[in-house]
């Protein structure tokens, strides 16, 4: 599986907050290691590994045979880590790129293919303090309420007294 240059900056950028959930130790890649890989990608198609440091092996060789036993794609080796990728059309969230074409039971928007529009009454489109009823300035000269038990202070003037 290849994945183009787009693809691969598109999955970095959702790597970028994943934590690793898989860690390879001085055992190295082991079958059982493998198949926790696979079962990974089956259920989120994107993980990161991190390969500590008393692990014996190297982390391109370490990529290099999770790629080939998991029959994934390598998004990027950095540092100590290794972003794997492989697609699962069966999960409700998946993860779709730029200029993917959708299935039936994908929700992408297909180019040139008009779309519904928001409904009037979104929240984007009412202002800040414009809903009827609602104070936008508090009067100086308003009693206290029962609630808040803070007195309001009136404005000195010239009759005040």
């Not at 290099?64 to 969230?93: C, F, H, M, W």
């Not at 998946?94 to 039971?105: C, D, Q, T, Y």
């Amino acid at each position: 599986m290849t994945l183009s240059s787009k693809q691969k900056k598109c999955l970095k950028a959702l790597a970028h907050h994943l934590e690793p959930v898989i860690r390879i130790g001085k055992f190295g890649v082991t079958p059982t290691l493998t198949q926790t890989v696979r079962e990974s990608l089956t259920a989120l198609e994107l993980i990161k590994i991190k390969v500590l440091e008393n692990a014996e092996i190297d982390l391109e060789e370490a990529a290099e045979i999770l790629v080939e036993k998991a029959n994934s794609a390598l998004v990027q080796t950095i540092g100590r880590i290794i972003v794997l990728y492989r697609a699962n059309p069966e999960l409700k969230d998946r993860i779709e790129f730029p200029g993917m074409v959708p299935s039936k039971n994908m929700t992408a928007d297909v180019p040139g293919k008009k779309t519904s529009k928001r409904p009037k009454s979104s929240i984007s489109s009412r202002r800040k303090g414009s809903s009827p009823g609602k104070k936008t300035k508090r009067d100086s000269t308003s009693k206290p309420s029962a609630k808040s038990g803070k007195l309001a202070i009136k404005p000195f003037g010239k009759h005040s007294f």
